[in-house]
């Protein structure tokens, strides 16, 4: 599991399946930087990417930083992000 660097963006969502989180935030060991060798394994670094979880009808919506952070902790495929503006 890729630990969450810092949040930069955090939006609610409704949607046809209930509500959802999103968010866009700087992860660590997420994208490779250099291949792996006869001699050292791959090498991983950090980058911005987007994840999403989606609430159960019965979850309360967030309001505080700390339950953004915990939600984000469920997101379970980090996608980096290329080529965009953030």
Known sequence: M??????QHRKLVHGPCGWSVDFTAVVD???QVSAA????P???G???CEGT???ADDDPLPTTHQEFLE??????????ITNKNY
């Open 53 to 55: 979880v989606l609430l």
């Open 2 to 7: 890729s630990d969450i660097i810092q949040i």
């Open 37 to 40: 060798t006869q001699y050292e």
């Open 46 to 48: 950090s980058a911005l």
């Open 29 to 31: 060991d997420i994208v």
């Open 71 to 80: 939600l984000a902790d469920l997101v379970a495929d980090w996608q980096p």
């Open 42 to 44: 791959a090498q991983f």
